[in-house]
Each structure stands twice: as structure tokens, then as C-alpha cells.
């Protein structure tokens, strides 16, 4: 059993580029990961899960088909629910904590999704 606290911060600054999400851990077959973005990323849905994001850092849009942009800024979530199209973006670089099932691809997409990355 791990007994040592994850340092997000420390793990976010131990690599560089964007929409390349980090596992920093697991939790009940989930992936607890850490990412930044700038930009914009597509738009795609997940259909078998729901579509967890948490701002650690900066501002982050996540624009919804046919629902009004939800906007957040650090210690806010959402969660997209599953089967909705939605494409995030962030006009400055930010800093987010992502949960999703282990595998499943970070584009909705395996054949376009970023590989799994542990950190």
C-alpha cells in the first residue's frame, strides 16, 4: 500500500506540452490524471462514460452541443455526461484534473486518442 501524498503541482511540472493527459493514480478503475491544455481540442463524445473535469489552474470552456458553453475557473468541476458532444478549450494554457475509466480514450476515439501516460 502507497503511503505517500501526490504532489499534483510537482507531477504537472514534471513534463511539458498540452492535451497530453498524466495518470497520477488509480481509484477503483479509474484513471486519476493531470493535464494541461491551450487551445482548442475536437469535438467528440464518450459513449460509455461520463466526462470528468476538475480546474486546478487557469480558465477552461467546455462549449456543448446545443447547450451554452460552461465556463470554469480553479476549484470548479463538471462532469459532461455521457454521449454528449463537447469540445474543451482554454485561451491560456490550464491545468486540470481528469478522472476517467483506465483505457478509455481521452477522445471518445482510441484510434485519435493520447496514449496512456503514468506518472
Do not use: C
Not at 498540452?18 to 479509474?30: A, I, L
Not at 486546478?56 to 480553479?74: F, N
Not at 476549484?75 to 459532461?80: A, I, N, R
Amino acid at each position: 500500500m502507497k503511503t505517500d501524498a501526490i504532489d499534483l503541482q510537482a507531477k504537472l511540472a514534471s513534463f511539458e506540452g498540452h492535451w497530453q493527459p498524466r495518470t497520477v493514480s488509480e481509484f477503483n478503475g479509474h484513471d486519476v490524471m493531470v493535464v494541461k491544455v491551450q487551445g482548442e481540442y475536437s469535438w467528440h463524445s464518450h459513449p460509455d462514460s461520463d466526462d470528468f473535469f476538475l480546474v486546478l489552474k487557469g480558465e477552461l470552456h467546455i462549449d456543448i452541443e446545443g447547450s451554452p458553453t460552461v465556463i470554469l475557473k480553479p476549484g470548479q468541476l463538471y462532469v459532461v455526461p455521457r454521449g454528449v458532444r463537447h469540445r474543451p478549450r482554454a485561451a491560456q494554457e490550464a491545468q486540470l484534473l481528469l478522472i476517467e475509466p483506465t483505457g478509455a480514450p481521452n477522445s471518445g476515439d482510441a484510434a485519435t486518442a493520447a496514449p496512456r501516460r503514468v506518472i
